[in-house]
């Protein structure tokens, strides 16, 4: 398996200029943010945000997990996500804006009032690995790695 092709973009009008392709999708690794340390970014996995250039993306940390639907405007990605929260249903929205040293903040809100600062760099890799690492009964659990 293959990852989709990452290049430095978040908006779709940088997204055309730099690849004339608006359905790329764009991975980013969350590696910091202002309410939570690195241990918890990456308590259920690598801290990760797809934007995709179809409007949809995803963004996982800590025990997050959640859909994005995404709108673009000249400098920023404008998103409202839903999603999982320790076993609670979540909703909410958020922005992320590319840096001038190609990183990109997000700014992202929960229903409650709380809001957190992300930062989150390109994802360099550009082929994914599939392991199976267990079978337990029925399931069978893998480790993707990009």
Same mark, same amino acid.
């Given at each position: 398996n293959r990852?989709? =092709?990452?290049?430095?973009?978040?908006v =779709?009008?940088? /997204?055309?200029?730099v690849?004339? &392709?608006?359905r790329?999708?764009? *991975? @980013? *690794?969350?590696? +910091? /943010?202002d $309410? @939570?340390? =690195?241990?918890y970014l990456?308590l259920?996995?690598? /801290?990760?945000?797809?934007?995709?250039g179809?409007?949809?993306g995803?963004i996982a940390?800590?025990?997050?997990q959640?859909?994005l639907?995404l709108?673009? !405007?000249? !400098?920023?990605?404008?998103?409202? @996500? /839903?999603?999982c929260d320790?076993m609670?249903?979540?909703?909410?929205?958020g922005?992320?804006? $590319? $840096?001038?040293?190609g990183?990109?903040?997000i700014t992202?809100?929960?229903? &409650?009032?709380? +809001?957190?600062?992300?930062?989150a760099?390109r994802?360099t890799?550009s082929?994914?690995q599939?392991n199976q690492?267990g079978?337990?009964y029925?399931y069978y659990?893998? $480790?993707m790695?990009?």
């Open positions: 990852c989709p =092709r990452i290049t430095e973009i978040t =779709r009008d940088l /997204a055309k200029r690849s004339g &392709n608006y790329n999708t764009h *991975r @980013w *690794r969350i590696v +910091e /943010a $309410l @939570w340390d =690195r241990s990456n259920g996995g690598p /801290a990760m945000i797809t934007i995709g179809d409007n949809n995803e940390f800590g025990v997050l959640a859909g639907d709108s673009y !405007s000249p !400098s920023i990605v404008h998103f409202t @996500w /839903a999603g320790e609670d249903e979540v909703t909410d929205d922005h992320a804006e $590319l $840096l001038d040293d990183s990109i903040e992202f809100t929960y229903h &409650n009032g709380d +809001e957190a600062i992300l930062k760099i994802q890799s082929t994914c599939i690492i079978v337990d029925q659990y893998f $480790l790695s990009c």
